[in-house]
């Protein structure tokens, strides 16, 4: 067809249908090969297609879009209701979705994505703009975004998640693999990675981080509940927890560390800065603190505590190794260590200092 068609009823093709020009059905359209469009596709009711899809413009469907092999529109793609494709989805524009959006394969998006519904996918999604999600996103295979995602709902990824600007989530953010971000994070929500997670800037959680692997953050991370690891975290700016800190593994902080719970180490913990615990601190391995140690109840040691500044303990202070101290050490309680302890300024007792080795 060399102009436009016009069809108030079904259209149904058993094989190729090319279009030069616009292409406006109030029905459904159903076709068994392939549709080629060089211009505009307007769809009022359900368009099927057992075959590829290409459009060159605008496509536009008030109801469902079936699609059992590959689709690529060069402009913009609008949805008012489902979307399914079984295949591969390319679009150059923008795809807009009232409803539903199901991919057995990849979508690879060069502007905006913008749903309020679910979407669900099964392989690779790529976007190369914003992405605005009213509702779940489910990927079981590499997303890759080069610019916002907001989330409403919550998002699920079952391999890698690579962000290249802001990712803001206001329910749970779930990632199977790997989690790479090159800017801010903002969670309202649970974030769980079961592997690493990357993060070259300010990081925002306001409920529970779990991580199986390492966590690697250039800046600042805040978490306003639970900070649980299973491998060992890396901040290379301040980290700030409002509730508690339990680690498996490292802990290693290039500025201030604030706690106001508990903090659990089960290896090193170093710190090159301050450490404010609001309260029990307790190691199960070394504790190397290059600023003031400040801990509001009890401090509990398995191995050596050494602190290159001054240490003030307002409960008790068990080490159950060496204490090494550089500057001075104040403890308003007792103070039990089971090995040397060294000090090479002021040693201040405001109670009981039980030694069972040297006190040099």
Do not use: C, F, P, S
């Amino acid at each position: 067809m060399e102009d436009d068609l016009v069809v108030e009823d079904d259209l149904v093709m058993e094989d190729d249908l090319v279009m030069k020009y616009d292409l406006v059905m109030e029905d459904d359209v159903v076709l068994e090969d392939d549709l080629v469009m060089e211009n505009d596709l307007v769809v009022k009711d359900d368009l099927v297609v057992e075959d590829d899809l290409a459009v060159k413009d605008d496509l536009e469907v008030e109801d469902d879009l079936v699609m059992k092999d590959d689709v690529e529109v060069e402009d913009n793609l609008v949805v008012e209701d489902d979307l399914v494709v079984k295949d591969d989805l390319e679009v150059e524009d923008d795809l807009v979705m009232q409803g539903d959006l199901v991919l057995e394969d990849y979508l690879v998006m060069k502007d905006e994505l913008v749903t309020e519904n679910d979407v669900v996918m099964k392989d690779d999604l790529e976007v190369e703009d914003d992405h605005v999600l009213k509702d779940n996103l489910e990927v079981e295979d590499d997303q890759v975004m080069k610019n916002d995602l907001v989330m409403e709902d919550y998002l699920v990824v079952k391999d890698d998640l690579v962000m290249e600007d802001d990712l803001v989530v206001k329910d749970d953010l779930v990632v199977e693999d790997h989690l790479v971000m090159e800017d801010d994070l903002v969670m309202e929500d649970d974030l769980v990675v079961n592997d690493d997670l990357v993060l070259e800037d300010d990081r925002v959680v306001k409920d529970d981080l779990e991580v199986e692997d390492d966590l690697v953050m250039e800046d600042d991370l805040v978490v306003e509940d639970d900070l649980v690891m299973e491998n060992r975290l890396v901040v290379k700016d301040e980290l700030e927890v409002e509730d508690d800190l339990v680690l498996k593994d490292d802990l290693e902080v290039e500025h201030d560390l604030v706690v106001e719970n508990d903090l659990v180490v089960e290896d090193d913990l170093v710190v090159e800065d301050d450490i404010i615990v609001e309260d029990d601190l307790v190691m199960e391995n070394d504790l190397v603190v290059k600023g003031d140690l400040d801990v509001e109840r009890d401090l509990v040691m398995n191995d050596d505590l050494v602190v290159e500044d001054v240490l003030v303990m307002e409960e008790d202070l068990e080490v159950e190794d060496d204490l090494v101290m550089e500057n001075v050490l104040v403890v308003e309680d007792d103070h039990v260590v089971k090995d040397d302890l060294l000090v090479e300024k002021d040693l201040v007792m405001k109670n009981d200092l039980v030694l069972e080795d040297d006190l040099w």
